[in-house]
């Protein structure tokens, strides 16, 4: 409900191609007003149409259409942004390069991949890319990316025909998913978003259907798909969190033995992924090398930096450098700022509520979710496209514009589907995306800041929002048809 309103006055911005950080702006609220009237106003319109179409339209063919349409102009985005990887991207690239040619120095003591080993999944599936395709040749790596859009499109028609059994829902769901721009924009930057997105999706799905009828190929697969999406992003481990949270409650009011296989199917997705990465690199990680302890991330999570709440500042690494690596000291260290910050909130109720306030709109409020800024290492030729996305302000906005009022329909909708769906008291199983959500939005003000973190659960939120639009769009039609009714009495 506070990100709803708060939609409606502020939004944040990327305002430098050269700058991550996003800024505030004071939305027209009258025009957001508009905007949302006419949606709706056009969806009422276009129900009736729809309802009488429907039977015509093979929605399983569209959703693959569209899907196959969205690779193909993810490619062209590729092939026409002219970008080049850059910072932890670039590391996790030479770190492959160089793992494929037996030089395993990143694993030891002070170096990246042995502060990061959450890194090691992706960086293998980059080494197997190297190994085929050629050494620093991401390029695939980055068309896998763009036909992970056309599966978290195809996906989120299927998760919300999964949820809703409803033709109308899983339509708008498809709809939304295809004409969200970010979606395209971030296909190359080669660190795993939208694969680990995917794969979330499909596991999601998965968990829908099995929840629904069992069958051992869809538990293999959600099996499998679980491995798959940890190696590629560790903080995919939230949806698998809330899918046990979900199951162990069903386990315990109904007893049913698919719950506890698909629990243990979850648990041993997760045990394996540990297991691979172990085989693989136990051997050639030094006894002294050392991860950076995650009170450290927590601890920059509450940097006031220039107003940017929560952003990174790099303190982490300072801390465990100073430290000389040491996670015992550092962790401590971590702890101790937590605890200071957080009893200065107590002291100062109001400015740790204007912090936390810049945290979350920051990372909730900002509707591109940084897809340019993220890919800004422009080193080749570019599409007249490409360009004037780039370079151009009108470009800019206008995608601003357009994903404000996305967003904006995004929080109007979940909110009426979230009181809807409770009023109906409607499965607990249904809500697990939304479970999953509102773990990613607790990790949000956790941990250190960034509006490209939240992204994944915007994507999990469309099949909700499809259902919330579908309902208030027929309360509405009802509200019309009864006043047209009573007028012409």
Request: hydrophobic share 50%; with cysteine.
């Amino acid at each position: 409900m506070g990100l709803t309103l708060t939609s409606f006055f502020i939004s944040y911005i990327n305002t430098d191609l050269r700058d991550e950080h996003v800024y505030r702006i004071n939305d027209n609220l009258i025009l957001n007003v508009v905007a949302i009237a006419i949606i709706f106003t056009g969806m009422v319109f276009a129900k009736t149409k729809l309802e009488h179409v429907k039977n015509k339209i093979n929605i399983n063919v569209l959703a693959i259409l569209l899907s196959f349409t969205s690779i193909g102009l993810s490619i062209l985005w590729v092939l026409g942004s002219g970008t080049e990887v850059q910072a932890d991207q670039w590391k996790i690239c030479q770190a492959a390069a160089d793992f494929n040619k037996g030089n395993y120095q990143w694993l030891e003591k002070g170096e990246y991949v042995a502060e990061c080993p959450h890194q090691l999944g992706i960086i293998t599936l980059i080494r197997i890319i190297f190994f085929v395709f050629g050494e620093w040749n991401y390029l695939p790596f980055q068309i896998l990316s763009c036909i992970s859009v056309g599966l978290i499109i195809y996906f989120i028609y299927r998760f919300a025909l999964e949820i809703t059994d409803n033709w109308t829902v899983s339509f708008i769901a498809l709809l939304l998913a295809f004409l969200c721009l970010p979606l395209y924009f971030y296909t190359p930057f080669v660190y795993g978003e939208l694969l680990s997105i995917a794969l979330s999706l499909i596991v999601l799905f998965l968990y829908a259907r099995l929840m629904k009828a069992y069958r051992h190929s869809d538990l293999v697969t959600l099996l499998t798909m679980t491995t798959m999406m940890l190696l590629v992003r560790k903080n995919t481990i939230i949806i698998l969190v809330a899918i046990l949270g979900v199951s162990f409650v069903k386990l315990i009011t109904n007893h049913r033995k698919r719950n506890i296989a698909i629990i243990l199917a979850v648990v041993m997705g997760i045990l394996l992924k540990s297991v691979f990465i172990s085989a693989l690199y136990d051997s050639h990680i030094p006894e002294d090398a050392t991860e950076i302890p995650s009170s450290l991330y927590v601890a920059m999570g509450t940097n006031n930096n220039d107003n940017h709440s929560g952003w990174f500042n790099g303190l982490h690494h300072a801390i465990f450098e100073a430290n000389e690596f040491d996670p015992v000291p550092s962790s401590e260290q971590g702890k101790q700022i937590v605890s200071e910050f957080l009893k200065l909130c107590v002291q100062h109720p109001v400015g740790g509520a204007k912090f936390y306030f810049r945290k979350i709109a920051t990372q909730w409020s900002a509707p591109m979710y940084q897809c340019i800024v993220m890919n800004n290492n422009v080193t080749g030729n570019q599409s007249a496209l490409a360009r004037f996305i780039y370079f151009d302000d009108k470009a800019w906005k206008l995608m601003d514009g357009y994903m404000n009022i996305y967003q904006l329909l995004l929080y109007i909708s979940i909110t009426v589907a979230l009181f809807i769906m409770w009023n109906r008291n409607k499965k607990l199983e249904l809500y697990t995306g939304l479970i999953a959500v509102y773990g990613g939005f607790l990790f949000s003000i956790i941990w250190e800041a960034k509006t490209r973190y939240v992204f994944p659960y915007m994507l999990i939120m469309i099949p909700y929002m499809a259902y919330g639009i579908y309902l208030l769009t027929n309360k509405i039609d009802g509200l019309v048809k009864a006043h047209l009714s009573r007028k012409g009495r």
